[in-house]
């Protein structure tokens, strides 16, 4: 009997335990590599993503992940829950346009959101991240290119389709996307924001000579105002808001570069190919048929010049 005891005490300790265990272990956002991050993002509609660093030196780390925890994970409107988890993975974070720790990234079928830490509390808490979550549903960037951004923006006849935030980047740079969706999350239903991928879109980043990755430009009526980042190669939400707010005022306004005509594309088509040719491994033996041509013509004209009747005609009166 004392033995039967015994062990129902020691079942029921250890099944105590095991409860005990899994609630700790419940309390935890799961841990994610970076193969495992991206498989995630490419396989769920919905995935906010807590970067963080070690929580033994990061207390806010911790402080962060116990209100993510919080976040309702099945919002009115959704038709899939939001995946929580969290990453380490320093990479990763550049990646996604983190610069600093602890930071959320709200995923919608691929594509990142920053989610901005208010100023007045500098800290992540639930209920400001459920009314990010809810405002960030759906994208707030548009792809535009080639052939739909004038149709869309209509930027070179005073941008009647509204104010426009572009981004101009290539995927070395795309890191930036992340702030710009913030920002346009938060700017939606009062402007455009949208993005050009340079790479995909070669007459535009000749149009608006694009050097810099990435460059961005604010269209305003007819204008465009160059964005510069406060912090050299970092985009934060904040800034570019206050710019297509107000500063863009202190910003020298530019207009903006007419469509090109076909004629234009034919003569810089030409232009272009000449100076690849000069440029080029085979320069010497253009150079030399160029001068051959030339020549011809020179002789041509001298020909023509000799034996003009008018010529003869002027001497006989003389």
Request: charged share 25%; glycine share 6%.
């Amino acid at each position: 009997m004392g033995d039967t005891c015994v062990r129902q005490m020691w079942t029921t300790c250890l099944f105590m335990l095991l409860i005990g265990f899994s609630a700790c272990r419940s309390q935890q956002l799961e841990m994610v590599t970076k193969d495992s991050l991206e498989e995630i993002i490419k396989d769920t509609k919905y995935v906010l993503v807590l970067f963080f660093y070690d929580t033994e030196t990061c207390p806010r780390c911790v402080a962060a992940e116990k209100e993510l925890l919080q976040v309702n994970t099945m919002p009115d409107l959704y038709d899939h829950a939001i995946q929580l988890i969290k990453c380490e993975d320093p990479g990763m974070a550049v990646k996604y346009g983190v610069t600093t720790v602890p930071q959320v990234v709200y995923f919608r079928d691929g594509v990142p959101a920053l989610f901005e830490v208010p100023h007045d509390v500098r800290e992540i808490r639930t209920e400001d991240v459920e009314i990010f979550v809810d405002e960030a549903q759906q994208v707030a960037m548009k792809t535009l290119n080639d052939d739909s951004f004038e149709h869309l923006t209509q930027a070179a006849t005073g941008a009647t389709t509204g104010d426009w935030l572009i981004i101009f980047y290539r995927p070395s740079c795309d890191g930036h996307l992340s702030a710009i969706e913030g920002a346009g999350v938060k700017l939606r239903h009062k402007m455009n924001i949208a993005k050009i991928n340079i790479d995909e879109s070669p007459r535009l980043k000749k149009r608006f000579k694009i050097i810099d990755c990435p460059t961005t430009y604010f269209f305003r009526l007819g204008r465009m105002y160059h964005y510069f980042s406060e912090e050299q190669d970092q985009y934060h939400i904040r800034p570019l808001i206050n710019f297509v707010s107000s500063w863009y005022k202190n910003v020298k306004a530019e207009s903006v570069p007419m469509e090109p005509t076909a004629f234009d594309a034919l003569t810089e088509g030409i232009a272009d190919y000449l100076k690849d040719l000069i440029q080029g491994p085979n320069r010497g033996k253009f150079l030399l048929g160029l001068g051959v041509i030339l020549g011809v013509v020179s002789l041509i004209l001298a020909i023509v010049a000799v034996t003009c009747p008018c010529r003869r005609k002027e001497t006989k009166l003389e």
